[in-house]
């Protein structure tokens, strides 16, 4: 059974850094690619960022675009989202989400098989 355990996240001030951690454990087909999504109180569930699995290849939300990294341990099977210079917007739940087939766009929910349980980031101003 394959399980996304997340840790990480908290409160933290403007301008600050965080990091999230997301293991994937009980796999047993190779992962296309991992993603992390948030959502913010009162609105949808939206992409953050993505990386294929196994390479460098990496997509970002333009919101996060040059202060939020993607990366991966690929023998570890986990994968970390670096966030720096935050801002309040940037309070919400994080996701992770794993990738088995590729069939969708990295940035769709829907291209997503298994998610994490969620962990809360807030920003204060």
């Known amino acids: 059974q394959v399980q996304l355990v997340q840790s990480g996240g908290g409160l933290v001030q403007a301008g600050g850094s965080l990091r999230l951690s997301c293991a994937v454990s009980g796999v047993t087909v190779r992962l296309y690619a991992m993603g992390w999504f948030r959502q913010a109180p009162g609105k949808e569930r939206e992409f953050v960022a993505t990386?294929?699995?196994?390479?460098?290849?990496?997509d970002y939300a333009d919101s996060v675009k040059g202060r939020f990294t993607i990366s991966s341990d690929n023998a570890q099977n986990t994968v970390y989202l670096q966030m720096n210079s935050l801002k309040p917007e940037d309070t919400a739940v994080y996701y992770c989400a794993a990738d088995f087939w590729g069939y969708r766009n990295s940035e769709r929910i829907s291209a997503y098989d298994h998610w994490g349980q969620g962990t809360q980031v807030t920003v204060s101003s």
């Open positions: 990386i294929r699995w196994g390479g460098s290849v990496t």
